[in-house]
C-alpha cells in the first residue's frame, strides 16, 4: 500500500531554514509527481510546491516562490522540500502528497518559525 512519511519539521527562527524529508514507499515512485501542502491552524490546506515524476519541471505558490526548493530522488525514493528566509507565515504542518489513482498524504510534520 502507498505510505508516506514526513521527517525534518522543527522549531526554527525567523529567518532560519529546514529541509524536509518524504519517504515514499508502495507504488512506482518515479512514475508520478510528488507535491509537498501545509495547513496552517484555521485555514485551509495549500499547495506549495509540485514537481514532475523526472524531476524536469517544480511550481511553487507565489508565498514561497525564491525561497522554497522542491526537489527528489528516485533512487532513494525520497521527495525534499529545502525551506529557506523562513517566516512566521510558514508555520503550519507540512504533509507529502502523490496522486496514485486515489490521493495520498503522510501524517505531516509540523513547522514552527518564532518571530
Known amino acids: 500500500q502507498v505510505q508516506l512519511v514526513e521527517s525534518g519539521g522543527g522549531l526554527v527562527q525567523s529567518g532560519g531554514s529546514l529541509r524536509l524529508s518524504c519517504a515514499a514507499s508502495g507504488f512506482t515512485f518515479s512514475a508520478y509527481a510528488m507535491s509537498w501542502y501545509r495547513q496552517a491552524p484555521g485555514k485551509e490546506r495549500e499547495l506549495v510546491a509540485i514537481i514532475t515524476g523526472d524531476s524536469g519541471r517544480a511550481n511553487y505558490a507565489d508565498s514561497v516562490k525564491g525561497r522554497f526548493t522542491i526537489s527528489r530522488d528516485n533512487a532513494k525514493n525520497a521527495v525534499y522540500l529545502q525551506m529557506n528566509s523562513l517566516k512566521p507565515e510558514d508555520t503550519a504542518v507540512y504533509y507529502c502528497?502523490?496522486?496514485?489513482?486515489?490521493?495520498?498524504w503522510g501524517q505531516g510534520t509540523q513547522v514552527t518559525v518564532s518571530s
Open positions: 502528497s502523490a496522486r496514485v489513482g486515489l490521493s495520498f
